[in-house]
């Protein structure tokens, strides 16, 4: 139990990698932040409105692109070791995602299951990465 948790808690990072964690896990937080609000204010009817529509367009995309760079220092600054867990873990977020999206658009087409939202790729994205992380971490210790 103590590998986990010391994987989950990110025990054994250098202290600049935990900073760079933290600034990606803000801008991160940001940018779903900005989803979600745009998504309540559409309830609003103004996404027939092309300033509103652009402006939260070019908000939320530029929360979007700083999140992105944070996590490309994060990367760039990590150690070897780190630095593969990390990788491994995007290629199974990747990978897992590409499969159950391919798996239920078959699914999606035969009628068989309901029409698939992209925030549910998203979530299932982040949880694979997460598990990802974590076993790589204990694996690695």
Do not use: H
């Amino acid at each position: 139990m103590s590998k986990l948790t010391d994987a989950i808690f990110c025990k054994n990072l250098p202290v600049r990698d935990l900073k760079n964690a933290n600034r990606v896990n803000l801008w991160a937080i940001a940018w779903a932040a900005s989803l979600a609000i745009i998504s309540f204010i559409s309830r609003y009817d103004w996404y027939s409105a092309t300033l509103p529509i652009a402006l939260a367009f070019v908000f939320s995309s530029g929360i979007g692109v700083g999140m992105f760079l944070a996590y490309k220092r994060f990367l760039k600054e990590l150690d070897e070791l780190e630095r593969k867990i990390q990788l491994d873990a995007l290629a199974s977020s990747v990978g897992v995602t590409l499969v159950v999206f391919g798996g239920y658009s078959i699914l999606d087409k035969a009628g068989l299951a309901p029409e698939l939202q992209a925030s549910s790729l998203i979530v299932l994205m982040a949880l694979t990465y997460m598990a990802g992380i974590i076993v790589g971490r204990i694996r690695y210790q």
